[in-house]
T-cell receptor
Framework: GENVEQHPSTLSVQEGDSAVIKCTYSDSASNYFPWYKQELGKRPQLIID?????GEKKDQRIAVTLNKTAKHFSLHITETQPEDSAVYFCAATSGTYKYIFGTGTRLKVLA | DTEVTQTPKHLVMGMTNKKSLKCEQHMGHRAMYWYKQKAKKPPELMFV???????INESVPSRFSPECPNSSLLNLHLHALQPEDSALYLC???????????????FGEGSRLTVL
């Protein structure tokens, strides 16, 4: 069935360093790839997304890249700050109502 | 208004109780979702309503009964739950995927359910 693998499961970085989280999807019909940030006890919130007709998208310190051939997409956070500490989920959807979520990455930014 | 509002925020119930979770959005979204989230896990899809009709039921046990009374409201009726049903229940809505709309899911803050 459809599946999204996410790595790593935990990631610790020093403040100011970069963080990269990678996801691989199985459904070649997937065409929309959002990334959600979930702080402890809070709702998941969309931080960036990318559609399949685009290879890269950037929003300030956050960027997402998509390799459709390899079915990989990655989240890049530069100049990390303590407030970036959270759990990050990738997801993929083919435009139906179903969003397949990755297993999550717990990011810790050490001050 | 880009809010999805869920009530109650916290609910404790016994295994014989009947309770309901409520969700409301006023963004005109016609797709509404129930997700279940256990600690340190991703949201797990339970139900999707599209235009007030049940579109997806991910083989959820019948002790969970969804209801969509109108396009703004979504309920989840709970009856005879088990302790393992304790979790955060998230409601979400999504607008139609066309034009500039990217298909973003807007999540509510969730209802944290504890079953004793």
């Amino acid at each position: 069935g459809e599946n999204v693998e996410q790595h790593p499961s935990t990631l610790s970085v020093q403040e100011g360093d970069s963080a990269v989280i990678k996801c691989t999807y199985s459904d070649s019909a997937s065409n929309y790839f959002p990334w959600y940030k979930q702080e402890l006890g809070k709702r998941p919130q969309l931080i960036i997304d990318i559609r399949s007709n685009v290879g890269e998208k950037k929003d300030q310190r956050i960027a997402v890249t998509l390799n459709k051939t390899a079915k990989h997409f990655s989240l890049h956070i530069t100049e990390t700050q303590p407030e970036d500490s959270a759990v990050y989920f990738c997801a993929a959807t083919s435009g139906t109502y179903k969003y397949i979520f990755g297993t999550g990455t717990r990011l810790k930014v050490l001050a | 208004d880009t809010e999805v509002t869920q009530t109650p925020k916290h609910l404790v119930m016994g295994m014989t109780n009947k309770k309901s979770l409520k969700c409301e959005q006023h963004m005109g979204h016609r797709a509404m979702y129930w997700y279940k989230q256990k600690a340190k896990k991703p949201p797990e899809l339970m139900f999707v309503y599209s235009y007030e009709k049940l579109s997806i039921n991910e083989s959820v046990p019948s002790r969970f009964s969804p209801e969509c009374p109108n396009s703004s409201l979504l309920n989840l009726h709970l009856h005879a739950l088990q302790p393992e049903d304790s979790a955060l229940y998230l409601c979400a809505s999504r607008g139609p995927v066309r034009g500039g709309n990217t298909g973003e899911l807007f999540f509510g803050e969730g209802s944290r359910l504890t079953v004793l």
